[in-house]
């Protein structure tokens, strides 16, 4: 298994370009999470989703949307980048006893 | 709600040395407990987890934590600080009975001298 994987690594972005991270598993978990990591702040989480066609909010989700339309993929989009979301963010996934989550590589974006 | 708060946002040990690193959490619930590493440039991976088993909890790389409900606390240790060691760590809670959503404290970045 490749576990949770992450594309693209690294992206810089322009203050209004939009963009979609990638985020998929190979593990058949039903519940995924998009979390973003910012200097001596934790993880917050941004969305997440416990099944195919079913998303909620989580701790941080002005800016973003995320669709689920397979049990594999979980993209999480940017629609107008703005400076405050230079961030890294990190996709994980969790299996139907949800108690592990696994997290992916992460993408490192700037936004300037 | 839950939380949790880590004390102590960076932690220096000389090799050898015991590591303390200190989690509280405050949960309504009893709570499902975690503690993740981070190397540089790296997702964070799985070093042990609290789910209402036996109280003291090894994980890997000979770290372990002991849940101590009356303390509200999961504090990592390692009775020999490695240089291999020297990472940022993460202490989350969930509830894993709803979403599995994880709740992190601010982390603690581990140096560790020669």
């Known amino acids: 298994n490749a576990g949770v994987t992450q594309t693209p690594k690294f992206r810089i972005l322009k203050i209004g370009q939009s963009m979609t991270l990638q985020c998929a598993q190979d593990m058949n978990h039903n519940y995924m999470y998009w979390y973003r990591q910012d200097p001596g702040m934790g993880l917050k989480l941004i969305y997440y989703?416990?099944?195919?066609?079913?998303?909620d909010k989580g701790e941080v989700p002005n800016g973003y949307n995320v669709s689920r339309s397979t049990t594999e993929d979980f993209p999480l989009r940017l629609e107008l980048a703005a400076p405050s979301q230079t961030s890294v963010y990190f996709c994980?996934?969790?299996?139907?006893?949800?108690?592990?989550?696994?997290f992916g590589p992460g993408t490192r974006l700037t936004v300037l | 709600a839950q939380s949790v708060t880590q004390l102590g946002s960076h932690v220096s040990v000389s090799e050898g040395a015991l590591v303390l690193l200190r989690c509280n959490y405050s949960?309504?619930?009893?709570?499902?407990l975690f503690w993740y590493v981070q190397y540089p440039n790296q997702g964070l991976q799985l070093l042990l987890k609290?789910?209402?088993?036996?109280?003291l909890v090894k994980g890997i790389n000979g770290f372990e934590a002991e849940f101590k409900k009356s303390e509200t606390s999961f504090h990592l240790t390692k009775p020999s600080a490695h240089m291999s060691d020297a990472a940022e760590y993460f202490c989350?809670?969930?509830?894993?009975?709803?979403?599995?959503?994880?709740?992190f404290g601010k982390g603690t970045k581990l140096s560790v001298k020669p």
């Open positions: 989703s416990v099944g195919a066609g079913i998303t």
């Open positions: 989350a809670v969930s509830h894993g009975g709803s979403q599995g959503n994880l709740i």
């Open positions: 994980a996934s969790i299996g139907t006893r949800r108690d592990t989550q696994y």
């Open positions: 609290y789910t209402s088993a036996a109280t």
């Open positions: 949960s309504s619930v009893p709570p499902y």
